[in-house]
């Protein structure tokens, strides 16, 4: 989960400088604090917001900010948060594809794996196998195990041979969702790899092997 996303404690974590009646309206009413001046008390309230439960009009007050917040961290949050009311909001976060923040990157691409949007795979597929930061990389390759769509083997396989090494032991817990003769040896490969963290996740999935 990106760093500062919506799904953090509103307990464990407070505004600077916020009073004690706003913290008690963030848990009572967090719905007019998605306007507040304060980027932390709007990320937490988008916080707040989903472990209400998100109505129609609270996600699309989130939505708002997804796209229009200027923090980055509160637009990473409400891109997540996106992800609590599969079908809808796609325009926003398909126009989220375009911010420059990587928080936001890796929110979407987590989102679309919640979502289990087929229409998102051809871009999840190009952003795990692209240049960009290992972390988006990493939700990405999740995404695309957790939408489960047979497309996504072949650049799976191909970034279990070729990638970062935490991109690598991400895409081996992905691929154990596929049925495909090519993805078991590959991942007896892979508990070869030379990366510890590759071999330790390719030898828990064979060892669930009694033939092995």
């Known amino acids: 989960m990106?760093?500062?996303?919506?799904?953090?404690?509103?307990?464990?974590?407070?505004?600077?400088?916020?009073?004690?009646?706003?913290?008690?309206?963030?848990?009572?009413?967090?719905?007019?604090?998605?306007?507040?001046?304060?980027p932390v008390l709007r990320r937490l309230a988008v916080s707040a917001c989903v472990g209400r439960g998100l109505g129609r009009r609270t996600?699309?007050?989130?939505?708002?900010?997804a796209v229009d917040d200027p923090d980055g961290a509160v637009r990473a949050a409400a891109v997540e948060a996106l992800a609590e009311v599969a079908g809808a909001h796609a325009d926003e976060l398909h126009a989220a594809r375009a911010d420059s923040d990587e928080r936001v990157i890796e929110a979407l691409a987590t989102a679309y794996g919640e979502r289990r949007d087929r229409t998102a795979l051809p871009w999840?597929?190009?952003?795990?196998?692209?240049?960009?930061?290992?972390?988006?990389?990493?939700?990405?390759?999740?995404?695309?195990?957790?939408?489960?769509?047979?497309?996504?083997?072949?650049?799976?396989?191909?970034?279990?041979?070729?990638?970062?090494?935490?991109?690598?032991?991400?895409?081996?817990?992905?691929?154990?969702?596929?049925?495909?003769?090519?993805?078991?040896?590959a991942i007896r490969a892979a508990a070869q790899d030379r990366n510890a963290s590759v071999r330790e996740a390719a030898e828990m999935v064979v060892g669930r092997d009694p033939n092995r």
């Open 59 to 65: 996600a699309a007050a989130i939505a708002v900010l």
């Open 124 to 185: 999840l597929i190009d952003l795990a196998t692209s240049e960009a930061d290992r972390a988006s990389r990493e939700a990405a390759v999740a995404a695309l195990g957790a939408i489960g769509d047979p497309v996504a083997v072949p650049p799976l396989l191909d970034l279990l041979r070729d990638a970062p090494p935490q991109v690598r032991r991400r895409a081996v817990v992905a691929l154990t969702v596929f049925d495909d003769d090519a993805i078991e040896p």
């Open 2 to 38: 990106p760093s500062g996303c919506g799904r953090t404690s509103i307990t464990g974590e407070a505004a600077p400088g916020a009073d004690r009646e706003t913290l008690i309206r963030l848990l009572d009413d967090p719905v007019p604090l998605l306007a507040h001046d304060d």
